[in-house]
């Protein structure tokens, strides 16, 4: 469960599974670059690996992980410290996710909209889908510029039988002491993606 300074169900339902006619479920960077080790990581992040499964075990839907794999040298350096890069093990899927792997795409930057996987998904096989589910990290980052670059998506095309849900108990960002409140980060994200007509819920039970 996300860290905030109030609790997710007063401002977020909760839903139910046989509301979803036809969900897909991406899982936005649980590596160990964000989770376990790494300039960037935080280990409290690794307290939504076991809503993440629980999920995946309840939806029994199609998971997709993504996982931020960079070359040494790439632009994005430029703005944060040196991480996840290829190799490096950083870039792995957490131990405790593995097993339910049976997709993955790789992402070079902070937004998996742009992702060539992701792309490809979008040309040929986004039409078998109703509900794009989102868990992961960052909440505030990778997570929030998904979200709102595939919202945009969806409106330019007009394809109001799709929807994006993100799940606020799956979802978690990184803290840093007067740099990068977690708590602050977290509500801003989520009220951000509600105000931009993402649906936010607390959590999706059977």
Sequence with gaps: MCRLAFEANELYPS???DQLQHPVH???DMVNGFVKEGALHDEAI???IDPIKMLIDRLQCRTIFVADSHPPQTREFLSYPIHCVIGSGEDQIVDELTPYIHQLMRKNCTNTFFCPDFQAFLKDEIDSYKEIILTGCCSDICVLQFALTLNAWLNEHNRSEQRIIVVSDCV???HI???HDAQVMN???LEMMKGNGIEVVCSIED
Excluded: L, M, S
Aim: charged letters at 20%; aromatic letters at 16%.
């Design 46 to 48: 690794g307290a939504v």
């Design 177 to 179: 002491d007067h740099v």
């Design 15 to 17: 839903i139910k599974k």
């Design 172 to 174: 978690e960002t990184y």
């Design 187 to 189: 509500a801003f994200a």
């Design 26 to 28: 991406f899982v936005i």
